[in-house]
């Protein structure tokens, strides 16, 4: 497996490592009110600089949108949803294979989406080190998708953000009990 380990769990904002730990991708999100975009950044190798990979622009209410390449695609059409609850994303990778992120309550797992389900990425969390030893976030890649890298990464942030979306708190106001003329009432301040 190819492992690469995230300087943070901010997704938008983070540095992806290979193994000798030199800094590979390069994620950034200015803070915006309205219209955030993900830049992601490539190391161009032998020569320590970085060229923008491509771009995601984040949408709430619309779809949102990778740009590479000179292209631009909203993610509703390059990778849609699929299934009941939307937690799944299927793809066609650039060897014209279908492939599947499955974001599970706490991590993302590529496979290939045919009937045998290869696993060819997983995405795990870091941990503090209470139970088992410390370690930073990391995503484990197969070789079997080397050779399409570029799309493995941007998918994986894509679909990261998404997860962790799912999985904060909802914004909004937040359910109290109160007591009100002897009686408990549930109220939403």
């Given at each position: 497996m190819i492992v690469?380990?995230?300087?943070?769990?901010?997704?938008?904002?983070?540095?992806?490592?290979?193994?000798?730990?030199?800094?590979i991708y390069r994620t950034y999100t200015p803070y915006r009110l309205i219209g955030r975009t993900t830049t992601i950044y490539k190391i161009?190798?032998?020569?320590?600089?970085?060229?923008?990979?491509?771009e995601i622009e984040w949408h709430k209410f619309a779809s949102s949108k990778f740009r590479s390449?000179?292209?631009?695609?909203?993610?509703?059409?390059?990778?849609p949803k699929r299934g009941l609850?939307?937690?799944?994303?299927?793809?066609?990778?650039?060897?014209?294979?279908?492939?599947?992120w499955d974001l599970k309550s706490?991590?993302?797992?590529?496979?290939?989406?045919?009937?045998?389900?290869?696993?060819?990425?997983?995405?795990?969390?870091?941990?503090?080190?209470?139970?088992?030893r410390k370690r930073k976030a990391m995503l484990e890649v197969s070789p079997e998708v080397a050779?399409?890298?570029?799309t493995v990464?941007?998918?994986?942030?894509?679909?990261?953000?998404?997860?962790?979306?799912?999985e904060e708190p909802r914004e909004g106001p937040q359910p109290r009990m109160k007591r009100s003329r002897?009686?408990?009432l549930l109220c939403f301040d």
């Amino acid at each position: 497996m190819i492992v690469f380990t995230l300087s943070t769990e901010f997704i938008r904002n983070t540095d992806i490592t290979n193994e000798r730990g030199q800094i590979i991708y390069r994620t950034y999100t200015p803070y915006r009110l309205i219209g955030r975009t993900t830049t992601i950044y490539k190391i161009r190798p032998n020569i320590s600089q970085f060229n923008v990979l491509g771009e995601i622009e984040w949408h709430k209410f619309a779809s949102s949108k990778f740009r590479s390449g000179g292209m631009e695609v909203e993610t509703k059409a390059f990778i849609p949803k699929r299934g009941l609850w939307g937690r799944t994303r299927v793809f066609i990778g650039p060897d014209r294979r279908p492939y599947r992120w499955d974001l599970k309550s706490r991590v993302v797992v590529l496979s290939r989406d045919d009937g045998f389900r290869m696993e060819v990425a997983r995405f795990h969390r870091a941990t503090l080190g209470i139970r088992g030893r410390k370690r930073k976030a990391m995503l484990e890649v197969s070789p079997e998708v080397a050779h399409m890298m570029d799309t493995v990464i941007m998918t994986f942030i894509y679909v990261e953000k998404l997860r962790r979306d799912k999985e904060e708190p909802r914004e909004g106001p937040q359910p109290r009990m109160k007591r009100s003329r002897g009686a408990w009432l549930l109220c939403f301040d």
